[in-house]
């Protein structure tokens, strides 16, 4: 029987060892549990915020959230691309131990507990909105499979859709999407269009709300409005059923293809090339986080709402330019890259119950931090597994977390690294996934990775790269590896 199925099929009494702890209830607390909100962007940098420093983006309303919370100077995506760094956010667990090893690789596996399924067992009402990018949602061929297409095996192989992972409510595309009119497919220069494409016909990609349902309607202007006018009926039906509530949002911005339109289009009409459309979307999305905030605030619901906000990896293209708009900040390397401007993105946390005054933290934190946070907050403990994330919550409550003391590992297809409290290691591998010569940086002393210490260092690079192929092992260890 699969831990899924088991999840189904069976009470808190008399699980398995594997399960007993993660499953058990929590102990009850004064003020009930919290609602949780995961919010992520697509492919955000570091530096395309304007709390950490862009001076021609407008967003209000994550500048209000860095001024209120957790603002988490190291927050790291496990993953230099999307869908891996997604399946980390549910499991607490790195994607090299199940399978998800790049982009629209693999699927997540029936074998892992989400945070979805783990909520939803302690009485959450569960939704996911946005872009999944964990599988293939339809089984009929009326997606357009990116997935390997419908000729062969490996799109139904790879199904996996939200509502077999936990999930109530979804309003979720299997990938990509345009940031405007997200069902029509746009001019090429706006990226993420194919050759064969033709604009103004249909995208391919759909909204699925369930097995073979998809949205027709209210389809048109902002995609992040789209997914909002969604959210916020799950969040009023959830606090009206006086009911915790656990919401994915995952935002396709700024994401390619890249459209923006109406006001926020307007506001950047002077820069150039696709400039104005870049951060016309960014502000666009960031309109509708401060919606949320608003209706969760009009709710009453704002205080014991956990809401998390990060990106999925940094930005897109090799080197910001008028078509790469995104901004890694000061940090070296780019979406694909394990270099810190690859992993290293904005990272926010917003609980005015548990943190009342705001907070900045040089802790490195994770996507891989989510589970193993949200299960200490509920009083569950995680025994379901190995899991490559900590619990953040001795930082939560009163700053009792001066270090991690727990690295962190990365890997992705040619590239493999190590980050602590201070020291990184990196290096390339070859076709067997074998490392060739690390580099070591002082991310404390030199945060854009611009000199390699490691002939200084050797003892150190040593020790480092022994734990790197210790977590290395371990995941690969794992049945779905």
Same mark, same amino acid.
């Given at each position: 029987m699969t831990r899924r199925s088991f999840l189904a099929a069976t009470g808190a009494a008399g699980l398995?060892?594997?399960?007993?702890?993660? *499953?058990?209830?929590?102990?009850?607390?004064?003020?009930?549990?919290?609602?949780?909100?995961?919010?992520?962007?697509?492919?955000?940098?570091?530096?395309?915020? /304007?709390?950490?420093?862009?001076k021609i983006v407008r967003t209000p309303h994550l500048d209000a959230l860095s001024l209120e919370g957790v603002r988490f100077d190291r927050f790291y995506a496990s993953s230099p691309v999307c869908s891996p760094t997604r399946g980390s956010c549910l499991t607490g667990r790195h994607p090299y131990r199940y399978g998800i090893h790049f982009a629209m690789d693999?699927?997540?596996p029936e074998a892992e507990v989400t945070l979805a399924e783990l909520l939803r067992h302690h009485g959450y009402m569960t939704g996911h909105f946005g872009k999944w990018h964990l599988g293939t949602l339809d089984l009929s061929g009326k997606e357009q499979g990116r997935w390997g297409g419908w000729a062969?095996?490996?799109?139904?192989?790879?199904?996996?859709?939200?509502? @077999?992972?936990?999930?109530?409510?979804?309003?979720?595309?299997?990938?990509?999407?345009?940031?405007?009119?997200?069902?029509?497919?746009?001019?090429?220069?706006?990226?993420?269009?194919?050759q064969d494409?033709?604009?103004? @016909?249909?995208?391919?990609?759909?909204?699925?709300?369930?097995?073979?349902?998809? /949205?027709?309607?209210?389809?048109?202007?902002?995609?992040?409005?789209?997914?909002?006018?969604?959210?916020?009926p799950f969040v009023k039906e959830a606090v009206d059923a006086s009911r915790p509530f656990f919401a994915v949002i995952?935002?396709?911005?700024?994401?390619?293809?890249?459209?923006?339109g109406g006001k926020h289009l307007e506001a950047y009409r002077d820069l150039p090339g696709l400039?104005?459309?870049?951060?016309? /979307?960014?502000?666009?999305?960031? @309109?509708?986080?401060?919606?949320?905030?608003? /209706?969760?605030?009009?709710?009453?619901? @704002?205080?014991?709402?956990?809401?998390?906000?990060?990106?999925?990896?940094?930005p897109e293209g090799p080197r910001q330019s008028e078509s790469r708009n995104g901004s890694a900040g000061p940090f070296r390397g780019r979406k694909r890259s394990l270099y810190e401007g690859g992993v290293r993105v904005p990272g926010l946390l917003v609980w005015p119950e548990k943190v009342p005054l705001p907070v900045g933290t040089r802790i490195p934190a994770s996507t891989l931090d989510y589970f193993p946070t949200i299960a200490d907050a509920l009083g569950i403990p995680v025994t379901s597994g190995p899991m490559d994330g900590v619990s953040l919550?001795?930082? *939560?409550?009163?700053?009792?977390?001066?270090?991690?003391?727990?690295?962190?590992?990365f890997e992705t297809p040619g590239q493999v690294a190590l980050s602590d409290d201070r020291w990184k290691i990196i290096a390339k591998t070859d076709d067997a996934g074998a490392p060739g010569t690390f580099e070591l940086y002082d991310l404390l002393a030199d945060p854009g990775e611009a000199s390699d210490l490691a002939s200084q260092q050797p003892e150190l690079v040593e020790r480092m790269a022994a734990k790197l192929a210790e977590w290395r092992a371990s995941c690969r260890a794992e049945p779905n590896a």
């Open positions: 398995a060892a594997g399960l007993e702890g993660c *499953l058990a209830v929590p102990p009850p607390t004064p003020q009930g549990p919290p609602n949780i909100i995961l919010m992520m962007a697509d492919d955000l940098g570091w530096g395309d915020v /304007a709390y950490n420093g862009n693999g699927h997540l062969g095996e490996q799109g139904r192989a790879n199904y996996s859709p939200p509502w @077999e992972n936990g999930f109530d409510v979804c309003f979720s595309t299997e990938s990509k999407v345009p940031t405007w009119d997200p069902g029509v497919t746009p001019p090429r220069e706006h990226g993420g269009v194919g494409a033709t604009p103004g @016909e249909p995208y391919g990609t759909y909204y699925w709300t369930g097995p073979g349902e998809f /949205a027709t309607d209210n389809l048109e202007g902002d995609d992040s409005r789209v997914i909002m006018d969604r959210v916020l995952w935002f396709h911005t700024p994401h390619l293809p890249i459209v923006s400039a104005p459309h870049y951060f016309g /979307a960014i502000s666009a999305m960031d @309109e509708q986080i401060g919606r949320l905030r608003a /209706a969760l605030s009009g709710l009453g619901a @704002e205080r014991k709402t956990m809401l998390w906000f990060a990106s999925d990896n940094g919550m001795p930082l *939560l409550e009163g700053g009792r977390m001066e270090e991690r003391n727990q690295p962190i590992g």
